[in-house]
């Protein structure tokens, strides 16, 4: 059975904390995604990687960063967190051919930023 | 640029009702076209796809069929459950990109 695990479910940090969130994919997929969910916005890229040490920005990337240092994991970096980063965060994993290929999203991670 | 717009939730549905969701696209090419769902505390996960023009993905009982005409990816049920309360998503792909919709909120009631 395919699985997308995250580090937390629920998370809570004070502005201007460095937050990290985890993602491990077991699937051996070269592509992961890091999203964020918003209430009447759907998903919203954040940034992906096609390989180990790679990244693309998505479309909305500013005060995010990411690593990639295996290929089964996947993580999130908020230099300096905000009230507006507060939201859920799924990670994703899918083989090549982003436009084509199945998505497996873990269970998100709802981060609270007090 | 492309999008998806979907019709806005959330949808409220007594038990055995049938179930239309809205999906209208805009694409430069040819796009995939998906459905995901999401259920309550949960990640979203594939419904179906459909991958080129009059192709009609289904699963669950649930359908889309691709209309490149009119644009749409409208998702179908003929008999819906309470076990289908959800958020539904509708997408496109195409090359290194998934756009998603809004997604719509169902509820079903028994």
């Known amino acids: 059975d395919v699985k997308v695990t995250q580090s937390s479910r629920y998370l809570v940090k004070r502005t201007g904390e460095k937050v990290f969130l985890e993602c491990v994919q077991d699937?051996?997929?070269?592509?992961m995604f890091w999203y964020r969910q918003d209430p009447g916005l759907g998903l919203r890229l954040i940034y992906f990687?096609?390989?180990?040490?790679?990244?693309e920005k998505g479309d909305i990337p500013e005060g995010y960063s990411v690593s990639r240092e295996k290929k089964e994991r996947f993580s999130l970096i908020l230099e300096s967190a905000s009230t507006n980063q507060t939201s859920m965060y799924l990670c994703?994993?899918?083989?090549?051919?982003?436009?084509?290929?199945?998505?497996?999203f873990g269970p998100g991670t709802r981060l609270t930023v007090l | 640029g492309d999008s998806v717009t979907q019709m806005e939730g959330p949808v409220t549905l007594s038990e055995e009702a049938f179930l239309t969701i809205n999906c209208t696209y805009t694409?430069?090419?040819?796009?995939?076209l998906f459905w995901y769902v999401q259920y309550p505390g949960e990640g979203l996960q594939l419904l179906l796809k459909?991958?080129?023009?009059?192709d009609k993905g289904s699963n669950k009982g649930f359908e889309a069929t691709y209309r490149k005409e009119t644009t749409s990816f409208h998702l179908e049920k003929g008999s819906v459950q309470v076990s289908d309360s959800a958020v539904y998503f509708c997408?496109?792909?195409?090359?290194?990109?998934?756009?998603f919709g809004a997604g719509t909120i169902l509820r079903v009631k028994s």
């Open positions: 994703a994993s899918s083989l090549g051919g982003i436009g084509y290929n199945e998505q497996f």
């Open positions: 699937m051996d997929h070269e592509n």
């Open positions: 990687s096609y390989d180990v040490k790679m990244k």
């Open positions: 694409a430069t090419g040819y796009p995939s």
């Open positions: 459909a991958t080129k023009a009059d």
């Open positions: 997408a496109l792909g195409y090359g290194n990109k998934l756009v």
